[in-house]
């Protein structure tokens, strides 16, 4: 038993190791969402290695939306152990939602970060635009932004709330909201909440009925002072 037992392997006996990472080398940036939502959910190896080639790709291009190619991929050392079965690792990452991928008239593949800038660069290429033009793409400011913008410096607990709020609004109603809270000089994201609620409770009637979106507004404000 004791001679069986001495010719039974290790499970690391074979392992390729790594010797540790160089004093100064290049770090690549990688959203934090990666690792608090997508990284749970990635089960398949060959999904997490192509999704991590492609965030290397991104983090490397100049510009707002960060593209790559399959092309690309194929010719990153990182995944030459994979090369025959990107295709797979790429359908994988795309069905997940962490990749978008786009045609041009041309037939040529372009992938994009999943975020707002890729989502509309992506959406410009399948419409006949240049990945040259992709770059040019313009965000709209983040409820984030526009707190620190019109209010000041975040809290966590303000930061939970933009959160919701930023799930339960449009971006553009937010921004309206942030811009007659600042016309009205008042410097309260409690005092945008109450905009924002009064809106939704009016519900999308200035947009349906054409009125005047301006008077609207000067009534909610005049409700919201004489509530104070």
């Not at 509309?120 to 419409?127: D, G, K, N, Q, R």
């Amino acid at each position: 038993m004791e001679g069986s037992a001495s010719n039974i392997q290790s499970p690391t006996s074979n392992m390729k190791t790594f010797s540790g990472f160089a004093s100064g080398s290049k770090a690549v940036s990688i959203p934090e969402q990666f690792f608090s939502e997508l990284l749970p959910l990635i089960d398949d190896v060959l999904e997490l290695k192509v999704t991590l080639a492609c965030l290397r790709q991104f983090d490397q291009k100049s510009g707002l939306a960060k593209w790559t190619t399959p092309d690309e991929l194929i010719s990153d050392p990182a995944l030459a152990d994979a090369a025959e079965v990107l295709t797979e690792g790429l359908e994988k990452a795309s069905a997940r939602g962490s990749i978008i991928e786009a045609v041009d008239r041309s037939g040529a593949r372009w992938l994009f970060l999943n975020d707002e800038l890729g989502r509309a660069a992506a959406e410009s290429i399948t419409h006949g635009g240049s990945i040259e033009e992709a770059p040019a793409v313009q965000l709209r400011p983040n409820i984030f932004t526009l707190y620190e913008q019109s209010i000041g410096a975040l809290s966590p607990l303000i930061a939970d709330q933009l959160r919701d709020a930023e799930k339960e609004f449009a971006p553009r109603v937010i921004e309206e909201a942030f811009e007659e809270a600042a016309r009205q000089n008042v410097r309260s994201w409690a005092y945008v909440r109450k905009i924002l609620d009064n809106r939704a409770r009016k519900g999308k009637r200035d947009e349906t009925r054409g009125r005047d979106v301006a008077a609207d507004w000067q009534r909610v404000i005049k409700k919201d002072q004489r509530s104070q």
